[in-house]
């Protein structure tokens, strides 16, 4: 039976209505594809609170987190994965890279340009109508 894992996805919007995007980096499972960037959900942990961790750590930057987005579900080969997209805003710092290849602002109407891990793409359809 294939274990369900419960993550998060930072939807971060710019003041230009652009998305940050991040890159899985060739060490990664699923290397190369574009993702909202996020992690995995902490016991005990509220998904405002898990986003808001995982881009702290990840990216070194302080989000606000607003309402959840999306609530999807993808089935991997050897796993399910459970991506909450969350609505937030860049509020201190300017996001790193430290975990991914690449981070890049992108216009919601480009979104579909890149290449995005399946869990994200229900989101991404989402966001670029």
Known sequence: MKKT???VGAI???EADEVLCALRSPEM???NYWEFPGGKIEVGESIQEAV???IKEELNCEIEAFDIFNDYTHEYEHIFVNLITVMCKLVNGIPTASEH???KWIPKQDLKSLHW???DIPAVELLSK
């Open 12 to 14: 971060i919007l710019s």
């Open 101 to 103: 290849a690449e981070l």
């Open 5 to 7: 894992v419960r993550v």
């Open 117 to 119: 891990a399946p869990a």
């Open 52 to 54: 808001i961790r995982e």
């Open 29 to 31: 499972s699923l290397p």
